[in-house]
């Protein structure tokens, strides 16, 4: 019966972690692209209130700094935005969203074999709270749960 109990609060689309464990998700692999589809179904989920959208490149003209480069800022309008994801430039390149939503911050990261990384922090009462998804699915399903 333990074990009954156990499973019946298992979430199998996305479970809560605490920071050690997302810490070592995080440093533990490179990170993957989103490709086109999940960034659409992820704009449409946040009514397109993107705060920044990171690739990765190079920083310098000598190629000696690779860092995380924002292509989209929530200071450019909803069309710019819409754009530069839908031309194609960056559809295989994006790896870090991060959305401001209502009181909400959030930072989202594919791991790899289709494990998501999140973590939501409430600015309302100073909350952070770390998840790992089990495909895109359970990210989408975590977010309309959550917010």
């Given at each position: 019966?333990?074990?009954l109990k156990e499973y019946i609060g298992?979430?199998?689309y996305y479970q809560e972690v605490n920071h050690n464990d997302y810490i070592d998700l995080y440093s533990g692999g490179k990170f993957i692209?989103?490709?086109?589809?999940n960034i659409k179904d992820l704009?449409?989920?946040f009514k397109y209130h993107l705060y920044r959208v990171y690739t990765r490149g190079?920083?310098?003209e000598d190629k000696l700094e690779f860092n995380d480069i924002p292509i989209i800022s929530s200071?450019?309008?909803l069309s710019e935005q819409n754009r530069i994801l839908m031309e194609g430039k960056?559809?295989?390149s994006i790896y870090i969203f991060y959305v401001r939503y209502g009181y909400y911050s959030i930072t989202m990261r594919n791991i790899g074999d289709e494990w998501y990384i999140l973590n939501l922090f409430n600015e309302k009462n100073s909350e952070l709270q770390f998840y790992r998804c089990d495909q895109i699915e359970g990210l989408l399903k975590l977010i309309e749960d959550k917010l």
């Amino acid at each position: 019966m333990k074990y009954l109990k156990e499973y019946i609060g298992y979430n199998e689309y996305y479970q809560e972690v605490n920071h050690n464990d997302y810490i070592d998700l995080y440093s533990g692999g490179k990170f993957i692209y989103f490709d086109i589809d999940n960034i659409k179904d992820l704009m449409r989920l946040f009514k397109y209130h993107l705060y920044r959208v990171y690739t990765r490149g190079y920083t310098d003209e000598d190629k000696l700094e690779f860092n995380d480069i924002p292509i989209i800022s929530s200071d450019m309008s909803l069309s710019e935005q819409n754009r530069i994801l839908m031309e194609g430039k960056y559809s295989h390149s994006i790896y870090i969203f991060y959305v401001r939503y209502g009181y909400y911050s959030i930072t989202m990261r594919n791991i790899g074999d289709e494990w998501y990384i999140l973590n939501l922090f409430n600015e309302k009462n100073s909350e952070l709270q770390f998840y790992r998804c089990d495909q895109i699915e359970g990210l989408l399903k975590l977010i309309e749960d959550k917010l």
